[in-house]
């Protein structure tokens, strides 16, 4: 069985790449089960560069095959904001509360309609041989009062007009196969089994 290290700490997300990684064959461990704690600087000014210099900087480490991501919200209405910025966009303390209640107010002195805005996830993959990298997206609209308790960020504010719920009022399945993180998943595994 392959070892596959998941650059993260993130709960939520490792079980997700466990969910989908795991029937392939592959033991997957996260920087916590390995004890590995530094904090990587995310220099990059994209996601895709930013998943990079998290791959590369555990690759480096452990010499092992790894799967890094960087993901986040971007808004139409505010020029792709907050983008990189998604996980600290309301500071250096910043919170998911405070991420939602700045982005609600951004939003609301606008006065606009509608918020078309998609999440992105870009992940890239290292071993000793070759980088795969991906990127997944899930279309949607801000909506500006939060609903639903099942998700984490923005979950809350993020709208599906197909389902006419926000992420966080779909069940934890529902959600994972729909994910900007499920999507590049399943366009990562299509790479590995080549």
Known sequence: MTRLIIATHN????????????PLGYEVVSLFDLGYFNEIEETGASFSENSYIKAKTIYDHFHEAVIADDSGLMVDALGGLPGI??????GENATDKSNRIKLINDLKSLNLK????????????????KTI?????????????????NGFGYDPIFYLK????????????TKNTLSHRHNALIKLIEELKK
């Open 11 to 22: 709960k939520h997300k490792l079980i997700e790449f466990k969910d989908m990684l795991s």
């Open 85 to 90: 910025y998604s996980h600290r966009y309301s």
């Open 114 to 129: 509608h918020y078309p805005a998609r999440f992105i996830c870009d992940i890239t993959y290292i071993d000793n041989n």
């Open 133 to 149: 990298k991906t990127e997944g997206t899930l279309e949607g609209e801000i909506v500006l009062e939060e609903r639903g308790d």
């Open 162 to 173: 197909d389902y006419s719920k926000c992420v966080a009022e779909l069940t934890e399945e």
